[in-house]
């Protein structure tokens, strides 16, 4: 009877937590998404083969598509402002794409013809600044770009990486901000958090504990909630299972980085973002075998759904997630 009752609790227990969440996917086309942006209550996307689009998130059958280049590009990065979206492709030469929201007309206002130019992810501070990056030149500069008065522009820094030092293309979201900092993360041989102060104009590097020292491994997503509190995840691509030193929070604003469910977590993670109205403690990530949450400010993890193929996630509200990846973009709805 004892063995008969933990059976029952078991299956109500998977019941449950089955009814916790709803998947729908709204989207699908031959196409590796890896950053996405939510206006005017559709989600829009940049991509392989040039495309750039997006699907009415009230109606999935209203959406539109087109291709910035005849040049079969990447793009892994997006960004907006108040009247128009940019986007960079990765790989050289690098054309740094502006296209108007109201008529998704697109033109090319900057390139970046250095061999080694590779942009990473690119972010909006507000609708005046935004900042993208690439990975360094053969000097190990860092190369960072700053838009600015409708103009980008390279600007010259003190920042050098380590050898083997880089980042990740994988999600747009090695890259983010709060009222007073900007804050980008690093992988390879060395995993860092690289902090710019907005006051000073000046940067910051802070090691940290990730796991590091191969050129798959290492942070490959931030989140934070303020000046303080942030989270770091990301992995090893190549050994997707590996969970070791994979997730960090910081309550410094990246200076110290503490470990979290260290060997208790569901591995490789791509994306991670902190759920709106819950000041830190609750966390969703996706990875290309799962997607987990969080709800003690990332010392544990839940696996919610064992979804594969997605690379990136974002808010709609507090119970909605969209996410997208390999040939889809789809929602999820959360009821806890």
Known sequence: MKNTLLFLFSLLGIFLSAQQVSFETIFNDKISIRAVQ?????????????????????????HKQIQLSDQKLQFRTLGQDKSS??????????YFFKID??????????????????????????????????????????????????????????????????????????????????????????????????????????????????????????????????????????????????IATTNDGGETWTVQASGQNAGYTTCVKIRPGSEGKEIIVVGDQHISYSSDFGKTWKKISSEKNLYVCEWIDAGTVVFAGKDRIALMKLKF
Do not use: C
């Not at 996307?45 to 009230?58: A, C």
């Not at 979206?85 to 690098?94: D, G, K, L, Q, R």
């Not at 360094?136 to 770009?145: D, G, M, Q, S, V």
């Not at 902090?195 to 910051?204: A, S």
């Open 101 to 246: 929201k109201k008529n998704v007309h697109s033109q090319i206002i900057f390139t970046d013809t250095e061999k080694n130019a590779f942009y990473d992810a690119l972010h909006f501070v507000n609708n005046n600044l935004a900042y993208t990056f690439s990975d360094p030149n053969e000097n190990h500069e860092l190369k960072l770009a700053v838009y600015q008065n409708d103009k980008w522009n390279l600007v010259k820094n003190d920042l050098k990486l380590n050898d083997g030092e880089a980042a990740f293309a994988a999600s747009n979201t090695n890259i983010t901000s709060s009222k007073n900092y900007l804050w980008m993360a690093t992988g390879g041989k060395s995993s860092r958090i690289l902090r710019l102060n907005f006051e000073t104009e000046k940067f910051e590097v802070f090691n940290t504990p990730f796991i590091q020292g191969e050129s798959s491994q290492g942070i490959y997503s931030i989140d934070f909630y303020d000046d303080k509190f942030g989270i770091a995840v990301g992995g090893d691509y190549t050994k997707q299972a590996d969970n070791i030193n994979n």
């Open 38 to 62: 939510i206006w005017d209550n559709k989600v829009w996307y940049s991509g392989t083969d040039s495309k750039f689009g997006f699907v009415d998130l009230n109606d999935p059958q209203n």
């Open 85 to 94: 979206f940019y986007t960079v492709n990765i790989e050289s030469p690098a």
